[in-house]
């Protein structure tokens, strides 16, 4: 069996129907029917959009006219230039032919070529599965290609509406604690006089948060590449929300991000970052609960809230746990040195 890799136009909408269905069935199979996966329309989106801040290249997998797999290689082209993201969705009656080996091999050498000396990617599997995932498809295909667990996370859901009366309780037990801040949200577009302080805390984000093994770099604050962001999501017909806590000095000290799908209706929980130096505050749940109220009032229609924490990031899953996050997933951030 030979198998074509191809990379596909991501104007063709045939090509790119192909690419994702693929992606979806692999992702269900293993994460189950229900599992949030991008829609067919925010892939689209993403795939077209001209960036500055990351090269993504997708590709359809077929043995003679049939496809039976897809791929994605996405190169990072201001911070963590040394990085490729990888992932490979191939759905289950394909298996076991070495269709996904084959494709890794090729995308690994893409990577290579670009001058890339890490791959990343990653896989999710049953939250009572246990922290390894072991006997999962997608952990056990990377653990025999020599891909570590570098990071292992929590997926959490939280059921829309939240009782607005534990939303007082919290705000209530935290009010002493965040006296001389400023907490100031929106809905969409960051506003411009916040924007370089909000893009110099979230740029800390990959390495104030817990890395594990990820071998990761500090990001250069950039207002160009949030604004490119904000581009998509709009791109994409969602919706963000977003709260700024500024201290006493004016500086950011802590934020949170909620993004609404409106392809299948939940709120996404982008960065959430308190500062160091502002910690022990209660910062962190008076952010998120802002961005509740908020989610409430401009978009009650929205089911449920998902979020990823490292599962070594006791004190952000405590909060979650306070405002009824309940763990539903896991997901591994999977890593190997290409040189």
């Not at 570098?150 to 935290?174: K, M, Y």
């Not at 709009?234 to 949170?256: N, V």
């Amino acid at each position: 069996m030979t198998i074509e890799i191809s990379r596909i136009d991501p104007f063709d909408p045939v090509d790119v129907d192909a690419w994702w269905d693929a992606y979806a069935a692999a992702e269900r199979a293993d994460r189950g029917a229900d599992a949030v996966v991008w829609s067919l329309a925010e892939s689209r989106s993403e795939l077209q959009q001209e960036s500055a801040v990351i090269d993504r290249r997708a590709y359809l997998l077929r043995d003679g006219d049939e496809v039976v797999g897809s791929a994605s290689l996405a190169l990072p082209l201001k911070d963590n230039t040394h990085i490729a993201h990888l992932a490979i969705s191939v759905p289950p009656r394909h298996r076991r032919r070495g269709i996904g080996s084959a494709t890794l091999a090729f995308l690994e050498g893409e990577a290579v070529a670009s001058g890339r000396t890490t791959a990343h990617g990653s896989t999710s599997w049953p939250y009572e599965h246990g922290s390894e995932g072991a006997g999962s498809p997608g952990r056990e295909f990377a653990r025999a290609h020599g891909y570590a667990l570098a990071l292992g996370d929590v997926q959490s859901r939280l059921d829309l509406p939240v009782d607005p009366a534990l939303l007082d309780r919290v705000e209530t037990d935290i009010a002493g604690s965040t006296d001389g801040y400023e907490l100031r949200s929106w809905v969409g577009r960051i506003p411009d006089d916040v924007v370089e302080r909000w893009t110099i805390l979230d740029a800390t984000l990959e390495t104030e948060a817990p890395t594990g093994e990820l071998d990761i770099e500090p990001q250069k604050p950039d207002v160009d590449s949030i604004r490119e962001s904000e581009e998509l999501i709009d791109r994409q017909r969602r919706l963000s929300f977003g709260t700024i806590a500024l201290a006493p000095d004016g500086d950011a000290a802590a934020y949170s991000q909620l993004v609404v799908s409106a392809d299948d209706g939940n709120a996404y929980q982008w960065g959430t970052l308190v500062r160091t130096a502002d910690r022990g505050h209660r910062l962190g749940i008076a952010v998120k609960v802002a961005n509740l109220r908020m989610l409430h009032r401009e978009a009650p229609r929205t089911t449920a809230v998902y979020t990823y924490n490292a599962e070594s990031n006791a004190h952000m899953l405590a909060v979650n746990a306070l405002l009824g996050f309940r763990p539903s997933e896991r997901l591994g951030e999977l890593q190997k040195r290409l040189t």
